[in-house]
């Protein structure tokens, strides 16, 4: 087994990987500029074609570093599944296919395509009769069609496990294993993990051919992110949120609770404080945790409180603070919480409320950091003065109508800029899904937008909006 540490690999240029001239140009077009860590030190080893072992977080550039070797690998004439993504929830499958389809576009008519729980399968075998190049799924709906038969992995040259640990967390080894016995033996496997856990070690070894292992030990950058402790009594503790929210005012916060109750009872104490607060656990549908997601990445909801399984693999950008409301008992994850903010050279808070029951906790993870905590008293935490109440900046608005209707982001920037006169600045970002539409606007036009949409027209056709 080659170990790389990406931590020791300087950044260098995609020019410099045996890739076509067209992908280069296209990789240049996305802004794509020198390699990350993780990429530098993976990719030459998987465009050589060698198993590999890369241990990485979400937000590190590691979609392109197996997205580039199965697009090298890939036969765009021969219309037949020849790589295979699997993913441990649908979010991250909508996140990679969006970025396989956007690293795919210097190669003409490559399909990929999105095989997920929680989704009707009349659509997926409608899209599965058309033919695709690339799948990318969870273990569970993929095994659903392997049985069925309405997927055949005999063509395929590329596996990619994306975020392996978390798979095994979530009970899906039983899954993968069914599903790699499906595929060919001489295919090439790319295994991608956040941590090392010994199950991800001996999946690894079922299922690889002497990978190469990468391991990405460069660590958050301390600076960026300030850390602050507070200690609490446990009746004090949720209320100890809403002072930190009032005190510093971060637009966006992720609070992360150990338990779906203490979430829900969270979101409670918010939002009778009128802060614009959801909830994001294991016991939501599909289509709430759709809605909470999109409302949260477009900053139209001012906090997300999260169990660390639900928060898993998202990669939300401009993130100002974490707050660990209940701290966790590895100290690991603790690390990967606190990540979660200060990233793309921004700054971030890291606030975390610990009781006395707690401080065993907080000893490992002082351990882990190599440093003692700083500590603050919660009496320092004050209203700002004249503020007015914690709102986000955004608001979202939904139309009923979607992919299904042929509405591209396009329509419905066009319907609210050239049709009712609106500035283009005052719109955020723009979700378009099978069913639905949602377009985050700035609060201060939110009344006028939602009147035009539903007096207007969006690609010519009348629409249903509302308010989230």
């Known amino acids: ?18 890739l076509p001239a067209a992908m280069l140009a296209n990789l240049e077009q996305l802004g794509y500029k020198a390699m990350t860590p993780i990429q530098a030190a993976s990719l030459p080893l998987a465009l050589a074609g060698r198993d590999l072992i890369a241990q990485a977080k979400t937000g590190s550039g590691k979609t392109a570093a197996f997205t580039l070797p199965l697009l090298a690998r890939l036969a765009p004439r021969q219309f037949a599944v020849q790589a295979l993504v699997l993913c441990p929830t649908r979010e991250l499958a909508d996140q990679v296919t969006a970025e396989i389809r956007r690293l795919a576009r210097a190669e003409d008519n490559i399909k990929t395509l ?29 095994l659903d069609h392997l049985a069925r038969e309405t997927l055949s992995l005999e063509a395929l040259s590329t596996l990619v496990l994306d975020e392996a640990d978390r798979m095994l967390d979530m009970g899906f080894a039983e899954d993968i294993a069914k599903v790699v ?47 602050r402790f507070y200690e609490v009594e446990e009746r004090d503790r949720l209320h100890a949120v809403g002072r930190l929210l009032e005190h510093f005012r971060p637009v966006s916060t992720l609070a992360f ?4 109750q203490q979430c829900r009872d969270l979101v409670d104490v918010l939002q009778g404080q009128g802060v614009v607060a959801l909830e994001l656990h294991g016991d939501l549908d599909q289509r709430e945790r759709d809605q909470v997601l999109v ?19 998202l990669d939300i950008t401009q993130l100002e603070a974490v707050i660990n409301v209940d701290i966790t008992p590895d100290p690991a994850v603790h690390t990967h919480r606190v990540g979660r903010t200060g990233r793309a050279g921004e700054d971030g808070w890291a606030f975390s409320l610990a009781s006395m029951d707690e401080m065993g906790r907080v000893g490992r993870i002082d351990e882990m950091q190599g440093r003692a905590s700083e500590w603050h008293p919660l009496s320092e935490l004050t209203p700002a003065v004249g503020a007015g109440p914690l709102l986000p900046p955004m608001v979202t608005l939904q139309i009923a109508g979607g992919r299904k209707e042929k509405i ?57 909006a509302r308010r989230l």
Do not use: W
Request: hydrophobic residues 35%; glycine residues 10%.
């Open 1 to 18: 087994m080659t170990k790389t540490d990406p931590s020791q690999t300087q950044a260098a240029s995609f020019a410099s990987l045996p």
């Open 114 to 142: 999105t095989l997920c729980g929680g989704v009707p399968l009349r659509g997926q075998l409608s899209s599965l009769s058309h033919g695709a190049h690339i799948v990318v799924g969870t273990p569970g709906r993929i």
């Open 181 to 227: 016995a499906a595929c060919p033996k001489s295919r090439q496997t790319l295994l991608f993990s956040a941590t090392y856990p010994d199950g991800v070690a001996s999946m690894a070894g079922r299922f690889m051919r002497d990978p190469a292992e990468v391991k990405l030990t460069e660590r958050h950058d301390a600076s960026k992110i300030r850390q």
């Open 257 to 260: 609770c150990n338990t779906k």
């Open 295 to 313: 409302q949260f990445a477009n900053r139209s909801c001012s906090v997300l409180v999260a169990t660390d399984v639900a928060a898993r693999g």
């Open 408 to 464: 591209r982001p396009g329509d419905v920037l066009g319907a609210l800029t050239k049709d009712m006169g609106i500035d283009g600045t005052k719109i955020g970002k723009i979700n378009v899904n099978d069913f639905s539409t949602y377009v985050a606007v700035e609060r201060g036009i939110a009344d006028k937008a939602l009147a035009g949409l539903n007096a207007g027209k969006v690609k010519g056709k009348t629409v249903k």
